[in-house]
């Protein structure tokens, strides 16, 4: 079983950035396919990006293409998600996740090991 743990997140004016983490613990973290979702109030859950075991493959949704970064450092096992140019429509609850059983990167349903969540609140 997979520990994850966020934080980083804040309230944060428009145009600001934010940096959230992912700590995890109880295995090898290089060996999970791993993702950032998001819930905003009163909406679905979406995956805003995900990153291979490698790190050199990613996802972005697209409307955070060009503005957010996943990165991991498995010798800290910990994965981070730059978040730059913060919209509004950014605000939500940040959940970082593994897929406990390889299904592929973009098989969003298959991430079955969730941490509790980071709030992010883009506001003026």
């Known amino acids: 079983q997979v520990q994850l743990v966020e934080s980083g997140g804040a309230l944060v004016q428009p145009g600001g950035s934010l940096r959230l983490s992912c700590v995890g613990s109880g295995t090898i973290f290089s060996r999970y396919y791993m993702a950032w979702f998001r819930q905003a109030p009163g909406k679905e859950r979406e995956a805003v990006s995900a990153?291979?075991?490698?790190?050199?493959?990613?996802y972005y949704a697209d409307s955070v293409k060009g503005r957010f970064t996943i990165s991991k450092d498995d010798a800290k096992n910990t994965m981070y998600l730059q978040m730059n140019s913060l919209k509004t429509e950014d605000t939500g609850v940040y959940y970082c996740a593994v897929q406990t059983w390889p299904s592929g990167l973009l098989a969003f349903d298959a991430y079955d090991n969730w941490g509790q969540g980071t709030q992010v609140t883009v506001s003026s």
């Open positions: 990153i291979t075991t490698t790190g050199l493959n990613t």
